[in-house]
């Protein structure tokens, strides 16, 4: 797990929403409170967020996009594409980043050693150094709570913030509905 950052994928009925906090630490200092750990891809059909290295994470982004884009969008397809050229690229296989990647219908872990993980619940997901803090809340908040899914995300990572030395409470969110 990477002393980085949190973000939260959730997948509900025809809703994908993904959200992250913004604090990005060298060592034991906050270089900065407010940067965007999430985007949208394959033109705004495709919700992601990665955990790690700042420079890692884009060069994830963007080889993941070609593939989705190779793809024509499919996401399962392009999840299990892309973990084969992870762990055939030797360049790839060090890069210190996780990221998560979902639409309406599927979710996805990407780990830093090339593996794709759907979440036991298919539903919600969660990385970095506070992810488990998020995990904790949102299948909390998802089974005893009556909360849209956004709200379920940005309460999650609140709790998350709270807890988790790494990450804060400036937090962004990205929704995609069918």
């Known amino acids: 797990m990477f002393e980085a950052t949190t973000i939260l994928g959730y ?20 270089l900065k409170g407010n940067a965007t750990k999430i985007r949208t891809l394959y033109g705004g059909k495709i919700l992601a967020g990665f955990a790690g290295s700042t420079a890692d994470a884009f060069n994830l982004f963007d080889m993941f996009e070609k593939i989705l884009e190779n793809k024509k969008g499919d996401l399962v397809k392009s999840v299990i594409e892309f973990s084969k ?33 759907e979440p036991e619940d298919g539903k919600i997901a969660a990385i970095g150094s506070g992810g488990n803090f998020a995990l904790s809340a949102a299948r909390a908040l998802d089974r005893h709570a009556n909360l849209d899914a956004k709200t379920l995300v940005e309460e999650s990572l609140k709790i998350a913030g709270e ?7 400036n937090i962004k969110i990205l929704t995609l509905e069918e």
Request: with cysteine; aromatic share 8%; glycine share 14%.
């Open 85 to 117: 050229e992870w762990r055939k690229d030797r360049y790839l296989r060090r890069l210190e980043a996780m990221m998560i990647v979902l639409d309406t219908k599927n979710i996805f872990i990407l780990s830093g050693t090339g593996d794709v993980v």
């Open 11 to 30: 997948k509900g009925d025809g809703i994908a929403v993904i959200g992250g906090d913004g604090q990005v630490t060298f060592g034991n200092t906050v």
């Open 163 to 169: 807890l988790c030395i790494y990450t804060n409470t």
